[in-house]
């Protein structure tokens, strides 16, 4: 008999939430519906101001590139690479970084490297071409100097003559 009125309470129970939840299902999917089509003009949306933002800065990477081009001319072969790395450590190409701002900072940027690639070279290192262009890749001036250490107690390890002239580098092949 327990049982039974269990069994009833729990029939009764079910059928009462079915019926309070009747009105719900009816607009459950309109809803599932509206939501989709706002995730896809939210989509579109996001995706639209992605393309303008790299639109702008694309061109603002041409318009420091530019003016760097302009001023670069005392770092010779390393201006190209050092560009790249310049760029990467800074925020030029930001919305919120005026052009002053920017030709400030790129005229800093070329003069300290023209100050670190004097200390360099003046290290007399038979490796300053590796040095140089481990420079060029972004390595610190701190980093360019353990470097050159490694390359030196490697090189005496081998027995090296260090004061004989290094041996050019072969030249890179034009692809």
Same mark, same amino acid.
Not at 57 to 75: F, H, M, N, P
Not at 117 to 133: M, N, Q, R, W, Y
């Given at each position: 008999?327990?049982?039974?009125?269990?069994?009833?309470?729990?029939?009764?129970r079910k059928d009462y939430k079915k019926e309070c939840?009747?009105? @719900?299902?009816?607009?459950?999917?309109?809803?599932?519906?509206?939501?989709?089509?706002?995730?896809?003009?939210?989509?579109h949306i996001d995706e639209t101001v992605r393309a @303008?933002?790299?639109?702008?800065?694309?061109?603002?990477?041409? %318009?420091?590139k530019a003016y760097y081009d302009t001023k670069s001319?005392?770092?010779?072969? @390393?201006?190209?690479?050092?560009?790249?790395?310049?760029?990467?450590?800074?925020?030029?190409?930001?919305?919120?970084?005026?052009?002053?701002? @920017?030709?400030?900072?790129?005229?800093?940027?070329?003069?300290?490297?023209?100050?670190?690639?004097?200390?360099?070279?003046?290290?007399?290192?038979?490796?300053?071409?590796?040095?140089?262009?481990?420079?060029?890749?972004?390595?610190?001036?701190?980093?360019?100097?353990?470097?050159?250490?490694?390359?030196?107690?490697?090189? %005496?390890?081998?027995?090296?003559?260090?004061?004989?002239?290094?041996?050019?580098?072969?030249?890179?092949?034009?692809?």
């Amino acid at each position: 008999e327990l049982r039974n009125i269990k069994k009833a309470i729990e029939d009764r129970r079910k059928d009462y939430k079915k019926e309070c939840l009747a009105p @719900y299902e009816a607009i459950e999917p309109q809803v599932k519906e509206l939501v989709e089509m706002i995730d896809e003009r939210a989509k579109h949306i996001d995706e639209t101001v992605r393309a @303008y933002k790299a639109e702008k800065q694309e061109e603002k990477r041409a %318009e420091v590139k530019a003016y760097y081009d302009t001023k670069s001319g005392a770092l010779g072969e @390393y201006a190209e690479p050092l560009f790249d790395v310049f760029l990467a450590e800074s925020k030029w190409l930001n919305a919120t970084c005026s052009v002053k701002k @920017y030709k400030e900072e790129v005229l800093l940027a070329i003069s300290r490297a023209k100050g670190e690639i004097e200390i360099i070279k003046a290290t007399g290192s038979p490796f300053i071409s590796t040095l140089l262009a481990d420079y060029s890749k972004g390595m610190p001036l701190v980093k360019v100097n353990e470097r050159n250490t490694e390359l030196i107690a490697a090189a %005496e390890r081998a027995n090296m003559n260090l004061t004989a002239a290094p041996i050019p580098e072969a030249p890179k092949e034009i692809i």
